[in-house]
């Protein structure tokens, strides 16, 4: 079956530091990937997305995602974060054997240290 | 602005009582979905609609019911058979597309008085 897996639940980073959050997903046939983010008590905002085309996405707030295929990974990337980048991370993948539903990683909780 | 609202924000429910979550969107979307989130767990799907007047379970259905009578509008009811109701409740809306990446509200924290 699909699957997701975020590898950590939580990734401690101080502040203006690069961050990687990592997300592999298990699907042997062409997939869309998704990243979203959620502060407290808040619905989910999308972040990025890759559909096809150029494996390294750009998305809001200055992160980026690259997509690897032979790795079936998608992580997701800042070079330098803020404290307001505090939230919840979540790594999502659909492909037609989901009939296109959304499978979701367990997220990824980012806590920026001052 | 279009976006997707739900209400309330805060719900509490007695026990044995049914509750309703609203869900209204203003995106033209055709498809809409029914999440719950618990800590730790991610989003687990309890049904979706991709067309009005028909729905699908997702994973954990049971002690749930929705409608879709209106393509705007996917209220979802908490019945008193969903022993664990306390979470907070995500509602999303899609394009018709199937590549396209859903859209959610702003959550309806339901807890058990």
């Known amino acids: 079956a699909q699957s997701v897996t975020q590898l950590d639940s939580q990734v401690p980073v101080f502040e203006e530091a690069p961050v990687e959050l990592r997300c592999n997903y298990s699907?042997?046939?062409?997939?869309?990937l998704f990243w979203y983010v959620q502060y407290p008590n808040q619905g989910l905002q999308l972040l990025l997305k890759?559909?096809?085309?150029s494996t390294l996405v750009k998305g809001i707030n200055g992160f980026e995602a690259e997509f690897n295929k032979s790795q079936t990974s998608f992580h997701l990337r800042k070079p330098s974060v803020h404290i307001s980048d505090t939230a919840e991370y979540f790594c999502a993948v659909s492909d037609w054997r989901s009939n296109y539903q959304l499978i979701w990683g367990a997220g990824t909780k980012l806590i920026i240290k001052p | 602005d279009g976006g997707i609202t739900q209400s309330p924000k805060y719900l509490f429910r007695k026990e044995g009582q049914n509750v309703t979550l609203s869900c209204e969107q203003n995106l033209n979307h055709d498809a809409m979905y029914w999440y719950r989130q618990d800590p730790g767990q991610g989003l687990r799907l309890i049904y979706y609609s991709q067309i009005v007047n028909d729905f699908q379970k997702g994973d954990i259905a049971e002690g749930y019911s929705v409608s879709r009578e209106k393509k705007e509008s996917f209220p979802l009811t908490v019945t008193s058979a969903q022993k664990n109701p306390t979470a907070f409740y995500l509602c999303?809306?899609?394009?018709?597309?199937?590549?396209?990446?859903?859209?959610f509200g702003d959550g309806t924290r339901l807890s058990i008085l």
């Open positions: 699907s042997s046939v062409s997939v869309y």
């Open positions: 890759y559909l096809s085309g």
């Open positions: 999303a809306s899609r394009d018709g597309y199937s590549n396209q990446p859903q859209h």
